[in-house]
């Protein structure tokens, strides 16, 4: 799937990769085929597998020393397969557990960047607030990030914990990177969902035309692609 994103979009592409797929070898692994693959970087995160979404509740982590392991050894795969381009970004999602909270968050995040990763990604904060203090929190360890410390991601999901807060904020609290992980989904589905009721209810789609692709504008995304790739 990322060489189909990287070979149309000719964009940089973060990819997301979980726990890791395993233990420090297996992440070590993972980043190298990514970074084969095209991607430009990858995050990680310190739940347990297996996982739940950032956004629910009964999450639980691995211990700090585990997950900082991983990190070396992404870094170290990244330093491998792409002389330290590769973004190794570290995901923590302590805020959201009990018995860790924000500021264990800020500490793990502090290790996480200390053990190589070049991105730090907090999940599931629930103000703007706390959005600014973490990033502050970070300028102050060290990082190529533009006014110092490590880069910055925000997930900005619908149906969240995290308040919806535009790119330009997100920027101004001190974020470079907001992922949007599954509102085109979510978009197409509801879509989806409203264009079967509307056959269902009138046995045809004609009055849902107006809100199809037609076929010369689902042609327009290729001309460009191609006229990139040349």
């Known amino acids: 799937r990322i060489k189909e994103v990287v070979s149309v979009s000719h964009l940089p592409l973060i990819a997301d990769a979980d726990t890791g797929f395993g233990e420090g070898e297996m992440v070590r692994r993972t980043v190298e085929?990514?970074?084969?693959?095209?991607?430009?970087?990858?995050?990680?995160?310190?739940?347990?597998?297996?996982?739940r979404c950032g956004h629910l509740d009964g999450k639980a982590l691995v211990p700090i020393d585990v997950f900082v392991e991983k990190v070396e050894r992404a870094a170290e795969a990244s330093r491998h397969c792409s002389d330290g381009e590769f973004i190794i970004c570290a995901r923590t999602d302590a805020a959201g557990v009990p018995g860790e909270?924000?500021?264990?968050?800020?500490?793990?995040?502090?290790?996480y960047v200390q053990a190589g990763a070049d991105m730090i990604f907090p999940e599931g904060?629930?103000?703007e607030e706390d959005f600014g203090k973490?990033?502050?929190?970070?300028?102050?360890?060290?990082?190529?990030?533009p006014g110092g410390g490590p880069f910055m991601l925000a997930n900005m999901t619908e149906f969240g914990k995290t308040p919806y807060l535009t790119l330009d904020r997100f920027?101004?609290?001190?974020?470079?990177?907001?992922?949007?992980?599954?509102?085109?989904?979510?978009?197409?589905?509801?879509?989806?969902?409203?264009?079967?009721q509307t056959l269902?209810?009138?046995?045809?789609?004609e009055p849902f035309l107006d809100?199809?692709?037609?076929?010369?504008?689902?042609?327009?995304?290729?001309?460009?692609?191609?006229?990139?790739?040349h």
């Not at 085929?33 to 990858?42: P, V």
């Not at 502050?136 to 990082?143: I, N, Y």
């Open 134 to 145: 973490f990033a502050e929190a970070m300028k102050k360890l060290s990082g190529s990030a």
């Open 101 to 111: 909270g924000f500021d264990r968050a800020v500490e793990r995040a502090g290790a």
């Open 200 to 205: 269902k209810d009138q046995g045809t789609l």
């Open 211 to 229: 809100r199809m692709q037609t076929r010369p504008s689902a042609l327009v995304p290729c001309r460009v692609a191609r006229k990139t790739s």
């Open 125 to 127: 904060l629930q103000s």
């Open 33 to 51: 085929e990514y970074c084969w693959a095209g991607a430009a970087g990858l995050h990680i995160e310190d739940q347990v597998f297996p996982k």
């Open 171 to 196: 920027h101004e609290l001190g974020y470079h990177c907001v992922i949007y992980p599954v509102s085109t989904l979510r978009a197409a589905m509801k879509g989806v969902e409203e264009c079967l």
